[in-house]
């Protein structure tokens, strides 16, 4: 573009933006254009030349929104990572420094698509809408990795077992170079042998084999060729006018489904109709090779046989399939937690099988994954447990064995239990609450089995007969008015109340009457009362005539004061006139209390009288006042004058709940507004009854204490049956019916949550529906129509003349038949039909054989003879022809056999049981059972009869397994079995109730039960027992203390013994009458009873001294009660009483005594304290029909006077005590629930198909725990049964033969495995397996294309180079960095070494091999240098893997430690050595002479090595140092060497020269001693020995 006159240029800038009227082709995209000179400036675009300028306006796709649709970026996945050598301007290689990984860079395509057709468009456009992604990435690439090889095997045995031959030894590959490592080494090392015998001379040097090559593809002849270019097979269909060839014209698309085909439309699809097979010829080369390699002449290798060169074959033809179905649906659609995506299948299928070695079959079926992200899926439902309503309250499941027969059923009541069933139902995915009534579909339990089930169990109760407990009744009241407040009439009632202190819940039934009347005359609500205020004042003078004063108010019947006005009647005198007795005058007594009225009430017969008395004090004189006559010291009175008539209101129960009519009665208070039921009224009788009579008119009673007879109640609720829907339908089979199989049915239930009541809708009687199943249908029927077999086909004349020169046409060839499929009415069908339901393919190909002149010729065969049962044999025979029978190899049997014996079919079997039994199974409820079982209370059956299964293996003759059906119908021993049935424990009758403890007060009385049998087998089991084994139940009691008292009669007169005429007055006795009565017996009755009954310590005194004062003493009044102690009796306090005088003494000088005594208040003497003491409570108590539930205890409350004596509880309450004390309590006994279980669940699938092993369970969950003496949970929760034993089949693929050359020694070869039908009982170790008819496993044909049955080989000729047989696969190995792995496969590895027979063949010899394949379940693999011990300053150095296989490769080069050792500093001095402990050393026969520093200083010879044995300690080093021993080496390790190899003197010198140095100066002192012992002899100093043999003439020294 620059014009180089000028140097400038045109620059274009970027394009702009597409312009347009409208979306899509039809824009224009316009951009500048500059003319730069190469300075930088611009200038004219005159200066620069046209005709390079850049275009400025073009053609452009103008993008809308709305083509986002319409296209997208296409992204491809990201390449492999590719290492990048240089990193900026390095040159280096970076694999150097390598530690754990390398950068590397990985790329992607990206393209902008239509959507519609994938077509790629401008790039511009999808960015319009996104921007592109990214193009490359870094990445990284794990280190170099170089080859690592196992170690070397053994040596081969010699080549040649006489003169010089080869052998060797390999290794194989355990790990491929990876990321550039190193290659791997040779696999093979070869060394020359030599075998002492020498080689005959006769012997050639040469040996000869002959060598075949491979078959070559099969092929047929030219003109044949041609001939068959458009030849068509015959088509025997009636209706098609299509040829049929070979290969198929057209494949549609479509999918078979075996329970979807529609057969009378398939006619149309273009599938092959039938197969016919082809036969060809193939050739191979032969030659005759010597052992150096060389070809030579065949006649040395054949003699008299000619090789085959030539064979008939099978022409290949290819697998052929037919189009991809459709995928089908996605395995995940609801989105969950679970982020693991769904997957989706499509499948196709075989049109033609292969042939001939032809190309097998691809997959069939593809998998791929689907709804990855999974966020535009709805929610994936979730299941929740429901339950029904609950059932009605049973008490019967509560009570044992022995209750059960004992007790009436119909009259229990209190605690007991009610149930419900839960199922599982699917819930909408919204948060919306839902109704407790709403119903679901029921799904299957299990998928709610997550989530806690609800109680299916709980407590309840049935109301017992009204218990009441009641109070004494209170005394009776004054003759009132009916209504105080407005008094009428003149005729009144009296009352008496009583309390209800307990009354039992939930029932209508009411307490007995709370108040009683009793009608009276002139009743008074108010009277008035009079009060003394002081004695009689004498008038006039000190005794005479006087008045009284009376303190007059009125009060209610309750002692209160009221204003006077209350009071109608006129009120009484407050004066009254009285006497005081002067000093002559007879003094009389106050009036006694009135006695206790003799009766009650009163009788026609009788009435109630009461008296009192009262007592001459003091005789009159001579003038004074007379006493009153005896009738009058006694007054009589009327008393309970009222008729013996009690009256009472009575109530029945409360009447059933009825609608109201009136509008008066508004009950919705009574309700929530949650309820739905509507508000009644019931009402009841209410009479007044007449004690010990009958009802009497409603007068009678007082009106305003009548009950309540009509009160609001809630109506029964109208409840209609509630179902849930139906639960889907059971899945009906997937697979097809064949024609003998039984229908398939599915069924479908639903639950009843909600019984009716009181009139609601019925429920339906169908609870459980089942159905044959409309989709399964029945399979079809194709079966295999085979042709006629052709002629035997030979390989063409041309062909056998031009290889082999012969003209006869014989020998071996193939004969072949073609095969279509027919329908069940004989009309053609697809081939594909009959290969999924025709059965075992037939063979289309069968050797031949054309005659030749030269062969053996036979007869046919003849038939088989007759069977003659089982386990006899069945034989044929056939015999030679003509000149045969004298060529002695048509004698040969083993090549000609002349008969053949097959054994014959037998149909006898043998049973045998097999395992172990199962456990007893009870028999299942019916399916409507089930359903209802929560509304009807259906007692599980745990105990009775029964059946247990054994599983039965059935064996033919030849002792296989076979199906059992041939055995027996089920496949099992069926046995009846009984679980014995639990026992629960028994105890006795309750004995009767002990008399209570106590005679007075609060006690005890108790009753008792006593073991009869233990509970046994898992029944209930017995309460706590004591050591007599017995159980007790004890509960307060209560006797009245003062249930007897002492009645006193009045005292009689005062008798006094006069002398002569004097006064009868003075000191005299008086007694009295004493008995012991019951209380509250009336005076008059004659209610005597044994004295003993009252207390004897307050019996009152029955006589008494008495004081008749005579005319002239003084006479005091009797004394009157002791004033009372401080309440808690406190330490000097005191209590006083008094009296006053009656009469003055007639003379000033008499003395009257005193009228004021005291005395100390000590407790428990003269005073005492009272207090409330309570009972323990009692056990709790229920009604009689009761077994539980709720009940009442109580305890009892006692007065207790301070030195312990129980009192009236009177007396506490005149101390002004109050009881706050709870005397009554409600209570609860648990219930003794015996456990209950689910119902069992289906039998589970076996969990083996076929053999011995396979198993069914099933089980259940427990609903409620036992509680209290309940019967408890059975151990066994799961039940398993065998399965029927049926056998397993299956092909067993042998191993490869070995390689085998037909019709010479070595080359190119076949090696073969079979695939055989074996049986077996599922278990290996116990059952091996057994060879069956193929006919059992399937289709042999079609399990052959799965597996590879051939492969080429190749047998070395003798000197041939060649490669080794593939090594096994190596273990699993991952890439990993730093331990943790790089990749998720791993790879495994394989190889082929070569080996070489001859020297001389070596230029000819193959390449090593090794392979790779990528492998799951891989491990990280490390490597480390091992070493051993050191030997001669050398030791063996090896790399090891982690799993502890010895490699070569894997470890780092640079880290290997050293196999040598070497000393340091050299050992440079004449006749030294380095030594195997890594210091120099003198050589055998020379000692070492050190320096200073602990090096070698030079090695002198050892004097006298030669002639002398002896050794000194210096030259122990040279002198047992023979060379080159290994065992003397050893030795030599224990040289005394003075000094270390760091040249310090070692420590064992000094101490041999301090002990040398203590052994001198003993020897020294030693001497000196003897020399003096032995003056006598004079003898010279004996030499010292030990000196010369610890330096043994060292001239050094």
């Not at 390449?79 to 860079?105: D, W, Y």
């Not at 030259?1515 to 030795?1531: C, I, M, V, W, Y």
Request: aromatic share 6%; glycine share 8%.
């Amino acid at each position: 573009m620059k014009m180089p006159s000028l140097c400038v240029f045109f620059v274009p800038g970027q394009w702009g933006q597409c312009i347009g009227e409208e979306c899509g082709s039809g824009g224009v995209q316009t951009r500048t254009v500059w003319c730069v000179h190469m300075e930088g400036w611009t200038t004219h675009h005159s200066h620069c030349q046209h005709m390079d300028k850049p275009e400025s306006k073009r053609q452009c796709f103008k993008v809308c929104d709305w083509h986002q649709d319409l296209f997208e970026w296409e992204i491809s996945d990201w390449g492999g990572c590719v290492l990048v050598p240089f990193f900026s301007n390095e040159l280096k290689l970076r694999t150097t420094e390598c530690i754990t990984a390398q950068h590397g860079i990985q790329k992607r395509h990206i393209h902008c698509v239509r959507t519609s057709n994938r077509s790629t468009v401008s790039s511009r456009i999808c960015e319009f809408f996104s921007q592109k992604p990214p193009m490359e990435q870094a990445c990284l690439i794990p280190c170099p990795q170089d080859c690592v090889v196992s170690d070397f095997t053994s040596w081969s045995g010699c080549s040649k077992t006489c003169g010089a031959g080869l052998q060797h030894r390999t290794r194989h590959v355990l790990a491929a170079p990876m990321y550039g490592g190193a290659n791997c080494p040779n696999l093979t090392e070869t060394r020359t042998c030599t075998n002492s015998a020498e080689c005959p001379v006769a012997e050639g040097e040469y040996q000869y084999s002959l060598k075949v090559g491979a078959w070559s593809k099969c092929r047929l002849p030219h003109q044949k060729d041609a001939l068959l270019n458009g030849r068509t097979t015959v088509d025997f269909s009636t209706s098609s006018s299509e040829n049929n060839t070979i290969m198929m014209h057209t494949v549609a698309s479509h999918h078979h489904s075996h329970h979807s085909q529609r057969h009378h439309a398939q006619v149309h699809i273009k599938y092959p109709m039938s197969w016919e097979l082809e036969v060809g010829y193939q050739t191979r080369q032969v030659r005759c090779a010597r052992s150096d390699g060389k070809n030579v002449m065949l006649s040395l290798c054949t003699k008299d046989t000619s090789p085959l060169t030539f064979q008939v074959c099978v022409m290949p033809q290819d697998c052929h399939t037919s189009d991809w179905s459709s995928w089908g649906h996605c395995s995940k659609t609801c989105r969950s937690n679970d982020l693991s995506p769904g997957y989706r299948l499509r499948s196709r299928v075989s049109t033609q099988i292969p042939h001939g070695g032809g190309k097998p079959c691809p997959i069939l079926e593809e998998k791929e994954a689907c709804n990855i992200i999974g966020d535009l899926l709805p929610k994936c439902p979730r299941y929740m447990w429901r339950t029904t309503e609950w059932g009605e309250c049973r008490i019967l499941p509560l009570l044992s064995q022995q209750d059960r027969r004992q007790v009436n059923v119909s009259i229990l009541c209190g605690g007991g239990i009610k149930t419900r069933k839960t199922y599982c139902v699917q819930v909408a995915d919204d948060s919306a609450p839902h109704h407790r009534k709403e119903v679901s579909r029921p799904v299957n339990a299990q998928l709610c089995e997550g989530a806690e089930p609800p109680l299916a169990v709980q407590n309840c109760s049935i109301p017992c007969q009204n218990h009441c407990l009641l109070s004494q009744w209170s005394p009776w009241s004054a003759c009132l008015h009916e209504n105080c407040k407005d008094p009428q009439g003149k005729k009144g009632f009296k009352q008496r109340r009583r309390e209800v202190l307990w009354q039992s819940s939930g029932t209508l039934e009411t307490c007995p009457h709370l108040m009683e009347f009793i009608p009276c005359e002139d009743p008074a609500c108010y009277l008035w009362q009079v009060q003394h205020e002081g004695r009689c004042i004498p008038t006039n003078s000190s005794c005479g005539s006087g008045t009284a004063l009376y303190n007059i108010t009125c009060v209610n019947t309750g002692g209160d004061v009221v204003p006077n006005t209350r009071c109608a009647d006129d009120p009484p005198p407050t004066e009254e006139t009285c006497e005081v007795a002067c000093s002559a005058d007879c003094v009389v007594g106050s009036w006694s209390s009135w006695s206790t009225c003799s009766h009650s009430c009163a009788t026609k017969t009788s009435e109630g009288k009461q008296s009192r008395t009262r007592t001459v004090l003091a005789i009159p004189g001579k003038e004074g006042k007379a006493c009153p006559a005896a009738p009058a010291l006694e007054e009589w009175r009327v008393c309970n004058d009222h008729p013996c008539m009690v009256f009472y209101w009575e109530a029945s129960a409360w009447g059933t709940c009825l609608v109201n009519t009136s509008t008066d009665l508004n009950g919705t208070s009574l309700w929530n507004e949650t309820s739905a039921c509507a508000v009644g009224v019931q009402s009841r009788k209410v009479n007044c009854m007449k004690m010990n009579a009958g009802p009497v008119i409603s007068k009678r009673c007082v009106e305003s204490s009548r009950p309540e007879s009509v009160q609001p109640c809630l109506l029964p609720c109208k409840k209609d049956c509630i179902v849930t829907p139906f639960s889907e339908w059971t899945p009906c089979p997937s697979a097809c019916l064949t024609e003998n199989s039984t229908t398939a049915t599915q069924s479908r239930y639903r639950t009843i949550v909600q019984m009716p009541t009181n009139g609601g809708q019925e429920c339906p009687d169908t609870l459980y529906e089942e159905r044959e199943c409309d989709s399964v249908g029945v399979c079809p029927v194709y079966r295999w129509r085979m042709h006629k077999w052709h002629s035997c086909t030979l390989v063409p004349d041309s062909v056998r003349r031009g290889l082999s020169g012969s003209g006869e046409a014989c020998g071996n060839g193939l004969e072949t038949r073609g095969v279509s499929c027919i329908g069940e009415n004989g009309e053609p069908a697809n081939m594909t039909e009959c290969l999924q339901w025709a059965g075992p393919l037939p063979s289309q190909i069968r050797e031949c054989r054309v005659p030749c002149k030269d062969d053996c010729t036979l007869t046919a065969w003849s038939k088989f003879s007759d069977c003659a049962g089982c386990g006899s044999s069945q034989t044929r025979r056939r015999s030679l022809i003509g000149r045969s029978k004298k060529k002695e190899r048509c004698l040969n049997e083993e090549l000609y056999p002349l008969e053949e014996t097959k054994s014959c079919p037998c149909d006898e079997f043998l049973s045998q049981p097999y395992g172990n039994w199962s456990a007893c199974i009870l028999p299942n409820p019916s399916v409507f059972e089930s359903l209802q079982s929560w509304m009807v209370h259906r007692e599980v059956k745990e105990c009775g009869q029964g059946v247990r299964y054994r599983a039965v293996a059935c064996i033919n003759q030849r002792g296989h397994l076979v199906n059992p059906t041939f055995c027996t119908d089920t496949g099992y021993i069926v046995e009846v079995c009984h679980i014995p049935c639990p026992l629960d424990c028994k105890l006795s009758e309750w004995s009767p109730w002990s008399a209570c403890s106590a005679s007075c007060g609060s006690g005890l009385k108790i009753r008792s039960k006593w073991l009869r049998e233990k509970a046994f087998n898992g029944g209930r089991p017995c309460p706590k027992l004591d050591l007599k084994n017995q159980v007790y139940e004890a509960v307060p009691c209560n006797r009245e203390c003062s249930q007897y008292e002492w009645r006193i009669e009045p005292w009689s007169i005062c008798t006094i013994n006069t002398v002569d005429d004097l006064p009868a007055c003075g000191e005299g006795v008086q007694s009295r009458k004493i008995r012991c009565v019951k209380k509250e017996a009336a005076s008059g009755e004659d209610d005597s009873v044994d004295d003993g009954l009252c207390d004897q310590d307050e019996m009152p005194p029955r006589a008494k001294v008495c004081f008749l004062a005579c005319p002239s003493d003084c006479v005091m009044a009797p004394w009157g009660p002791w004033s009372n102690c401080p309440g808690e009796c406190d330490q000097g306090s005191s209590k006083n009483r008094t009296r006053h005088i009656l009469r003055l003494p007639a003379s000033d000088n008499g003395a009257c005594p005193e009228s004021v005594q005291s005395e100390p208040c000590v407790l428990n003497s003269t005073c005492f304290t009272y207090q409330y003491s309570v009972s323990e409570w009692s056990t709790c108590q229920l009604s009689e029909n009761a077994i539980c539930g709720g009940g009442l205890r109580l305890r009892h409350l006692d007065c207790v006077r301070s030195d312990g004596k129980v009192m009236e509880l009177q007396k506490c309450k005149q101390f002004g005590l109050i009881n706050k004390l709870q005397l009554l309590q409600s209570c609860v006994v648990d219930c003794p629930v015996s456990c209950i279980l689910s119902d069992w669940s289906p039998w589970a699938e076996c969990s083996h198909t076929c053999g011995s092993r396979g198993h069914s369970k099933r089980s259940r969950r427990i609903l409620q725990e036992a509680h209290e003496e309940g019967r408890h949970c059975p151990n066994q929760l799961s039940q398993t049964k065998p399965c029927p034993i049926r056998p397993c089949y299956m092909w067993l693929l042998s191993d490869w033969s070995p390689c085998t050359v037909e019709g010479a020694k070595c080359g190119e070869g076949l090696r073969t495995r079979n695939l055989s039908c074996v049986v077996h009982q599922g278990n290996w170790h116990e059952s091996p397996p057994q060879p069956e008819e193929t006919e059992l496993c399937g289709d042999v044909q079609k399990q052959q294309l799965l597996q590879e049955m051939e492969q080429p080989c190749f047998v070395p000729c003798p000197g041939d180079c060649h490669l080794t047989e593939w090594s096994s696969w190596s273990s699993c190995q991952l890439t990993c960095l730093e331990g943790r792995s790089f990749e998720s496969t791993g790879r495994q590895t394989r190889s082929q070494a070569v080996i070489i027979q001859a020297m001389e063949n070596q230029g000819s010899c193959p390449l090593q091999v090794f392979e790779t394949q990528p492998c799951e379940g891989g491990k990280c693999h490390t490597y480390q240098w091992k070493t051993g011990g050191w030997s001669n300053n050398e030791r063996a150095v090896w790399c090891q893997r982690s799993d502890g296989v010895n490699v070569t490769g894997g470890c780092f080069p640079q880290k290997r430690p050293t196999t040598l050792r070497h000393c340091h500093p050299p050992c440079t001095k004449p006749f030294s050595h380095c030594t195997p402990s890594g210091v120099c050393g003198c050589e055998k026969g020379y000692t070492e002479v050190m320096t200073s520093h602990g090096f070698l200083d030079y090695c002198t010879r050892t004097p006298g090595v030669d002639n002398s044995k002896k050794a000194d300690v210096k030259t122990n080093s040279g002198r047992l140092k023979p060379r080159p021993s290994q065992a003397n080496d050893l030795f030599s390790e224990w040289t005394l060497r003075p000094v270390g190899p760091d040249g310090r003197v070692k420590l064992w010198v000094y101490a041999v020269t301090v002990v040398g140095f203590i052994v001198i100066l003993f020897i020294i002192a030693l001497s000196f001693l003897v020399c003096n012992a032995s003056k006598t002899t004079k003898a010279p100093a004996p030499p010292q020995k030990p000196l010369t043999l610890a330096y043994d003439g060292d001239m050094d020294m």
